[in-house]
């Protein structure tokens, strides 16, 4: 799953993306996003992101939009990361990922943006290590 977190005002988008899926399965939806993909030449943030965007669909990989101000269950952010639940929970233990309790409850909500960050400095130090491991090996 590649996720990409949206800042700013996307309600239309949310709602389309509620009600509709594309199956990276189906081989229309990824020649469709690979010919799409390529026609997108500019350099620009939006481009750059909408362009990796349509790759990883021609590539069979499940797309996920979301809000970088949504909240997700620590169930959520597991499916999010690649983890376990009981991960998320002592990552939140730990500081590591910040979230908040719902009133009156112990049901905890985590923010999509921190989740990114938390997703993104664990790539970062994964690469990390593979660089110390081809540098060695």
Known sequence: VALI???GSM???ATRALTTALDPVDPT???DAKSLAGRLRGD???EAAVRAM???VAHGVRVVVLRADE???PAGAADLLGVTRQFVDRLCEDGVLPFRRLPGSRHRRIRVQD???VAAEREQRRAGGDAIRA???
């Open 135 to 137: 540098a060695m090996g």
């Open 29 to 31: 939806v990824r020649s």
């Open 71 to 73: 909240e997700v269950t």
């Open 54 to 56: 349509l790759d990883e």
């Open 5 to 7: 977190a949206v800042t």
């Open 115 to 117: 989740v990114v960050d």
């Open 44 to 46: 620009s943030p939006v």
């Open 11 to 13: 309600e239309v988008m």
